[in-house]
């Protein structure tokens, strides 16, 4: 069991947007606050999905000091989960997709690499405070010996390139799913954001599938089209997981699972990770002067491709900077809690997660930073949630997955 800072009970004792403050005459509400409290402190909590090592490629980041409310805006740091007693992440090696030939494919492979070595030397400099994580075991280990444990998941194959020993190398470095494509089609399959071009999965993805089978390698099926979602589920060996996604019958976007997907999913005995990106959780509302001057300032820096580590901060600075000057209306923790009731009410209790996308466009109205993600766990007291369930929800279903993966592997 983890032992929490005064810090957290006070971010769990502050209601969602249009309550009033708990410390009041509201007697049930504070009761209802402190078990949740005493729920998430006993929960293994588990983030399936966070962005923030595009941060650690940064050299003057440090990760072991409290971002909340400074620049850089990041929203994940160690201060920050130990304040929302997070006990585990998977941290996304991500790289955007670029042109698929030998250059382009080497290009996404030396940016992989760059952001593992910077993994690396965050879990070098702050080895007293978390710890590289492989296994299914790892994060309880971990939690007894008062460290966070550091997952990792490569976020788009595009860096195998056309090269199956990449699957390998890369799960010797510590990846332990792979997103099997992101915003456009790579190699391997079609995105749900780009036309159809393999009709699902293409004949390397089936070995890149094979291979991650025979390795102990969750397949990911966030980002990829429905035909490729489908198809790897067929393909799979394993269940498979959906590291950052939601109910599109909820919220229609192509990046949401229907429910015939999750159906699928639970047949499969997968899990999906609900996402707390507002614009997936909520349709958004139309802000032309926002979306304006978003598209100009793709534009300027060539869809985010191939910057530079100094382009790239610029890049998020100016993304920031619009931010402030057109503040965007974000979902709410009840909005996300209502997709979880969706999700348990189609594929059950078992098949559902937490995957925040922190520092990737994750966040809603509370529940903007790590620190506060104890406000899930108010929020699913409120709506009747067991502590047993709740705890399902946090890390078990997600690590029975990784289990029945290694498991697989290991019988091979």
């Not at 309550?19 to 509201?26: C, D, G």
């Not at 790289?95 to 492979?109: D, I, L, P, W, Y």
């Not at 007293?128 to 309880?140: F, G, H, P, Q, V």
């Not at 890390?395 to 091979?412: I, T, W």
Request: charged share 25%.
């Amino acid at each position: 069991m983890k032992i929490l800072p005064a810090t957290f009970l006070l971010v769990v004792l502050t209601l969602l947007s249009g309550v009033q403050p708990l410390y009041s005459s509201n007697t049930k509400e504070n009761k209802t606050a402190r078990k949740a409290a005493r729920i998430h402190a006993k929960a293994l909590t588990i983030d399936s999905h966070n962005d923030t090592p595009m941060w650690f490629t940064d050299s003057s980041f440090n990760f072991a000091e409290d971002h909340r409310g400074k620049r850089p805006r990041n929203r994940v740091d160690i201060p920050g989960m130990e304040a929302g007693g997070l006990d585990a992440a998977f941290f996304a090696v991500f790289v955007g997709q670029g042109e698929r030939s030998e250059t382009g494919n080497q290009r996404a492979f030396d940016e992989a690499m760059r952001t593992f070595n910077a993994i690396d030397r965050q879990l070098e400099l702050h080895s007293l405070k978390i710890e590289k994580a492989t296994n299914s075991e790892n994060a309880y280990q971990l939690e007894k010996q008062g460290k966070k444990a550091l997952y990792i998941g490569l976020e788009n194959a595009y860096p195998v390139g056309r090269d199956l020993k990449n699957v390998e190398l890369f799960y010797n470095l510590g990846a332990r799913y792979i997103t099997l494509c992101h915003s456009r089609n790579n190699d391997i399959c079609d995105s749900a954001n780009d036309t159809t071009e393999h009709n699902g999965v293409s004949e390397f993805g089936k070995e890149v599938i094979a291979e991650m089978n025979r390795l102990g390698m969750m397949i990911d099926v966030s980002h990829v089209s429905d035909k490729s979602f489908y198809d790897a589920i067929s393909l799979s060996k394993t269940p498979v997981i959906a590291s950052h996604s939601c109910a599109r019958t909820l919220c229609d976007n192509p990046r949401n699972l229907s429910d015939d997907m999750l159906r699928a999913l639970a047949k499969n005995d997968g899990v999906i990770q609900m996402c707390i990106l507002s614009s997936y959780v909520k349709t958004p509302l139309p802000y032309p002067q926002r979306d304006s001057a978003h598209a100009a300032l793709r534009v300027k820096y060539r869809g985010f491709k191939d910057l530079s580590e100094q382009e790239m901060n610029e890049a998020r600075n100016e993304w920031y900077a619009i931010d402030d000057v057109f503040p965007q209306e974000l979902a709410t923790v009840s909005d996300v809690v209502d997709h979880i009731d969706h999700i348990v009410k189609v594929a059950g209790i078992k098949h559902v997660g937490i995957g925040t996308d922190f520092d990737g466009g994750g966040a809603v109205s509370g529940c903007e930073y790590v620190s506060e993600m104890g406000n899930i766990t108010l929020e699913l007291v409120r709506r009747g949630y067991s502590a047993r369930e709740i705890k399902m929800i946090w890390g078990e279903n997600l690590l029975r997955v990784m289990r029945n993966v290694e498991n697989y592997a290991s019988s091979q």
